[in-house]
């Protein structure tokens, strides 16, 4: 199973600052508190990024991530998504799925991602977790999605897959609101946030 960090973005929302290397109240930058949550449950994980985002890069390969790079005409999350999705194929890890979650995410709780990698390992084809009836993320795929997930394009990400087969998918309900809670703005990081 391979765990995919979109961290692509362009964060045009929060303003001049690189959201993702904005600290949290622990301290932690952004994107890395996502990528440590990713990887206490996916062990093999990669890394969808600008090219300009060097600081950034530096801060998750000394994590331990393996990273990507998304051309400059193609850094809609769909195409980082099918860039990501291209690269695994040198793992084999990649047969058994894919995790694909938000760099923007922190609060995801690794808990509930290795929910989502256990309903994948036993058979699940696409697998969703909830919090009080809502949709969240990380999304997990199963390997047979490759075809799908390296096809996309644009800014709707894999919606059209989990739409198009929406007779598969594996709901389950969490009690992580961290799965609902990303960081669009400054006010996003006040401890106070109601997002989580």
């Avoid at 331990?64 to 998504?81: H, I, P, T």
């Avoid at 084809?125 to 394009?153: C, D, M, W, Y």
């Amino acid at each position: 199973m391979i765990g995919i960090l979109l961290a692509a973005g362009f964060s045009r929302r929060y303003g001049d600052l690189d959201k993702l290397l904005q600290p949290l109240p622990d301290g932690r930058p952004i994107a890395i508190a996502s990528a440590e949550s990713l990887m206490q449950a996916v062990p093999t994980c990669i890394a969808v990024l600008r090219p300009e985002n060097k600081a950034l890069a530096d801060f998750l390969s000394s994590r331990g991530l393996n990273l990507v790079f998304c051309s400059k005409n193609d850094q809609e999350m769909a195409d980082s998504l099918a860039t990501a999705i291209r690269f695994s194929a040198q793992f084999s890890a990649s047969d058994g799925g894919f995790v694909v979650a938000l760099a923007d995410m922190p609060y995801i709780q690794p808990a509930t991602i290795i929910s989502v990698t256990r309903h994948l390992k036993v058979g699940a084809a696409i697998v969703v977790p909830t919090f009080q009836g809502q949709r969240g993320h990380p999304v997990g795929f199963s390997a047979k999605f490759r075809n799908q997930l390296e096809s996309l394009k644009g800014d709707e990400g894999a919606r059209s897959i989990i739409m198009g087969y929406s007779h598969e998918v594996t709901l389950f309900a969490c009690d992580d609101a961290g799965i609902l809670a990303d960081i669009d703005t400054p006010a996003d990081l006040n401890p106070s946030n109601p997002k989580v």
